[in-house]
């Protein structure tokens, strides 16, 4: 064939042919999911409650590598962070997370699913998927930089995925993920305390009655620690009730005058922020390796207002800073390493039957209002019985 008939040839070939379009999921998984809409709850900008809306035709999650597997939502679980990343918290780090080469949009984001938390059942697996098999009862933490759980399917690497404790029902094992990880990475990553060191060490947690603090008390108190924890009178009796040696009510006045009288601390997890740091550190134990853990850090906000490279350099020097003035005795737990604690946490779960999720609200998913995320707002934590479809 002459170069000029070829030319022609090839001309018509692109006029009058259909592109070739690719399913990856075809390529990538063991099989294939006839689901190309599902019902999710979704949001189409940052703002407050009212940006919420319940749609029955969502995107559905389409397996894209060969090591991602997507899960039947059973049960949902939303937390602080999902309140925040509602108004927009993270997004910048966020958005360059999702898009590294920035080539997207912006707002390309949206519709934004949320909740970080789920418990449900494995329906399709990728080429590579080992330890895991359609059927499988899992739970996860889902990182925020991916589409969450309020949804009926989700998709997620296998590696952000275990097998559910058998002694847990799905409602119980939404609630735990996140919060779960975030404790064990803050004690055991950042504070530095094990089953094998933790005996008698004097542990105090600012903010003991929420997901994180509830999780954290359980986890002390089985490796034998003294635990003291502040919270309001009415969750006295409920931290109590998961092991709290000594409670301080905060609603009573300031806290730092009777935790001042008590003996001092070997390790502060700190819950809440704000100015709690000035005082607190005070109750440290001197010179003895005392550490105290704030879960509450500035990077996220400083890349929202400043941008990444900015961002990056402020919280550097502010968490320079503070380990200059305070003898390296502050550390900020870093919660972008919490996923690789999933194992050791489901074994803790696992080995200790007992370790449960200290309390729920229950919510049928279709019922979900706004009223519900500004009950999130002000009791800490929710998780959800997901039934999408009625």
Not at 141 to 153: D, H, N, T, Y
Not at 336 to 354: C, E, M, T, Y
Request: proline fraction near 4%; include cysteine.
């Amino acid at each position: 064939m002459s170069f000029v008939r070829h030319l022609v040839y090839s001309r018509w070939l692109f006029h009058h042919t259909k592109p070739l379009s690719v399913n990856t999921s075809i390529l990538f998984s063991t099989t294939r999911s006839s689901m190309t809409i599902m019902p999710a709850w979704v949001i189409d900008k940052y703002g407050s409650n009212d940006v919420f809306r319940f749609t029955k035709n969502a995107s559905f999650p389409v397996i894209n590598y060969p090591n991602e597997v997507i899960v039947k939502v059973q049960a949902a679980g939303l937390n602080p962070l999902d309140v925040n990343m509602r108004g927009g918290y993270g997004a910048a780090t966020m958005s360059m997370k999702r898009d590294p080469l920035n080539i997207k949009q912006s707002g390309s984001e949206f519709p934004l699913i949320l909740g970080r938390d789920v418990s449900g059942v494995i329906m399709e697996c990728g080429l590579d998927v080992k330890y895991f098999r359609e059927r499988d009862e899992v739970w996860a933490a889902i990182p925020p930089w991916k589409q969450g759980s309020l949804a009926e399917f989700v998709v997620l690497s296998a590696n952000e995925v275990s097998h559910k404790p058998k002694s847990l029902s799905h409602t119980e094992a939404a609630a735990m993920p996140y919060v779960a990880t975030t404790a064990w990475s803050a004690l055991v990553n950042t504070g530095g305390v094990s089953k094998d060191n933790c005996a008698k060490k004097r542990i105090l947690i600012l903010g003991g009655s929420g997901g994180v603090g509830t999780f954290a008390i359980q986890m002390l108190k089985a490796w034998g620690a003294h635990v003291t924890v502040t919270c309001s009178q009415n969750a006295e009796r409920f931290v109590r009730g998961l092991g709290a040696d000594h409670v301080v009510d905060y609603t009573a006045g300031p806290v730092e005058e009777p935790l001042s009288a008590l003996e001092k601390f070997d390790l502060i997890l700190d819950n809440i922020g704000g100015d709690t740091e000035r005082w607190a550190l005070n109750l440290l134990k001197p010179w003895c390796g005392a550490k105290y853990v704030t879960l509450v850090t500035p990077f996220l906000q400083n890349t929202d207002r400043l941008g990444i490279a900015d961002g990056m350099m402020q919280t550097a020097a502010t968490v320079a800073t503070k380990a200059l003035k305070d003898q390296a005795r502050v550390e900020v737990a870093a919660h972008s390493a919490i996923w690789g604690d999933v194992p050791q946490v489901v074994a803790f779960a696992s080995l200790r039957g007992n370790a449960k999720p200290a309390a729920l609200h229950h919510h049928t998913a279709c019922g979900l209002q706004a009223t519900v995320v500004h009950q999130l707002e002000t009791q800490r934590a929710w998780w959800l019985r997901m039934k999408m479809r009625e």
